[in-house]
C-alpha cells in the first residue's frame, strides 16, 4: 500500500476554481489519498456549489482534463470548526517544538479512512486565514486520519495527474526531505500553460522581503538533476512528511504571506531539507487568492509589508538594527512601483 496522503485545500469566495482544483485532484493516478476542503466562511454560494459539483451536478471546463462523470457521486462528509475538536491555537512558537496541540494516535478517535472518492467539508465560522485555516484541517487529520503525509494546495491550481505519484516517490527516498513541492507553472500567461513561476525559492534577510522566488530566469537546463533543494517551497504546493516532522503546523502570527517560509526555515533547525520535484508539476493562477482579500492597492501592500516584517522578525537576529535598511528598501520598491504605473 502507498503511503497515505492527506490533501488539503482552502476555500473562501471562489468555488469556480475550486471546483476546477477538485476534478484534477479527482483525477490523479495516486492511489491512496484523501481530501479535506476548508471553507473559510465564503459569502458567496460556495457551499452550495460544492455540493452540487459533488452529486454530479456541475460540469467543470479546463484546458488540463476533460471533465469525468465516472467519478461522481463524491460523497461529502460536512462538519463545522467547532466538531473538529479544535479548542487551542496552533501558533508556532521558536521555543515551543510541538507548535500544535499534542495529539494521541491510539487514543484518537476511529475514523472510517476516506477513499478518493470521499471529501470531507470542513466548514469555519470566520475566515480564519490561510495559516489557521489549515491547521484546522492538519489538526483534524491527525487525530482521523492519521496520514503519512500532507499536501497543502492553493484552490487556484490545476494539477497534472502524476504529480502526486512523483512527489512522494522522491519525498521517500531521503530522509532528510520534510518539505517537497512540484514546479509550478502559470495557468495562463498569454495563452501559453509552459512558463515557469516558481522553482522553490531561498531566503536572504538582509534584503527586504526576506525571500526571493527561483523562476524562469533559473533556466531548467541548469539542473541536471530531477530536483532542486531549496530554502523553502511554495505553499500553493508543499508536501509535508508530517509522521516525522518535529514542526506540523503554519504559524498564525502570518495571517496571509510567508507562512511557508516560515515553516521551512524552522524546519531547518531540525536538518530538514526543501525541494521542488521537476517532473511534478501544476498549473497555478498566480495572485488570486491576494487579489480577492484585498482589491484596494494601498491595503494590499500595507498588508504584504506587516507580513513580512514579522516574518523577518521571527528569523533575523537584531531585527531592530535592519529596520531603518528594511524601511529604506520597501520605500525604493514601492516608489519604482508608482514610477511604473
Not at 460523497?75 to 473538529?84: A, D, R, S
Not at 501559453?192 to 531548467?220: F, H, Q
Not at 495572485?287 to 498588508?303: D, I
Amino acid at each position: 500500500m502507498k503511503p497515505l496522503v492527506t490533501i488539503v485545500v482552502l476555500n473562501w469566495n471562489g468555488w469556480k476554481d475550486t471546483l476546477e482544483c477538485l476534478e484534477s485532484l479527482y483525477q490523479i493516478q495516486y492511489p491512496n489519498y484523501n481530501v479535506i476542503l476548508v471553507d473559510n466562511h465564503s459569502q458567496d454560494q460556495s457551499l452550495n456549489q460544492i455540493r452540487e459539483y459533488c452529486q454530479g451536478l456541475i460540469t467543470i471546463k479546463s484546458p488540463f482534463f476533460t471533465y469525468q462523470t465516472k467519478n461522481k457521486p463524491i460523497q461529502i462528509k460536512e462538519i463545522t470548526y467547532q466538531e473538529t475538536d479544535d479548542r487551542k491555537q496552533f501558533q508556532n512558537d521558536e521555543n515551543d517544538t510541538k507548535q500544535g496541540p499534542e495529539f494521541n494516535q491510539k487514543n484518537a478517535k476511529n475514523e472510517n479512512q476516506d477513499t478518493k472518492h470521499n471529501l470531507t467539508l470542513i466548514k469555519n465560522d470566520k475566515n480564519y486565514g490561510f495559516a489557521k485555516g489549515n491547521n484546522i484541517a492538519i489538526n483534524y487529520a491527525l487525530k482521523n486520519h492519521h496520514p503519512d503525509y500532507i499536501l497543502l494546495l492553493n484552490n487556484d491550481v490545476a494539477v497534472d495527474p502524476d504529480f502526486l505519484t512523483r512527489l512522494v516517490q522522491k519525498a521517500g527516498d531521503d530522509m532528510r526531505l520534510g518539505i517537497v513541492g512540484p514546479l509550478i507553472y502559470y495557468y495562463d500567461w498569454d495563452g501559453r500553460t509552459d512558463v515557469v513561476a516558481n522553482l522553490g525559492g531561498k531566503v536572504n534577510l538582509n534584503k527586504y522581503p526576506g525571500y526571493y522566488d527561483l523562476t524562469e530566469t533559473d533556466n531548467l537546463d541548469n539542473f541536471s538533476d530531477d530536483m532542486i533543494e531549496c530554502d523553502w517551497v511554495s505553499g500553493a504546493a508543499m508536501l509535508l512528511k508530517i509522521k516525522e516532522l518535529p514542526l506540523k503546523f503554519l504559524n498564525e502570527k502570518l495571517f496571509f504571506g510567508c507562512e511557508d517560509i516560515d515553516l521551512a526555515l524552522n524546519l531547518k533547525k531540525y536538518e530538514y531539507k526543501s525541494a521542488i520535484v521537476l517532473d511534478s508539476y501544476i498549473w497555478h493562477k498566480e495572485g488570486v487568492s491576494r487579489k480577492k482579500r484585498s482589491s484596494e492597492g494601498v491595503k494590499r501592500a500595507l498588508m504584504e509589508i506587516r507580513s513580512n516584517l514579522t516574518f523577518i522578525k521571527a528569523h533575523k537576529n537584531h531585527y531592530y538594527l535592519y529596520l531603518p535598511l528594511y524601511l529604506l528598501q520597501i520605500g525604493v520598491l514601492y516608489l519604482k512601483v508608482i514610477m511604473k504605473s
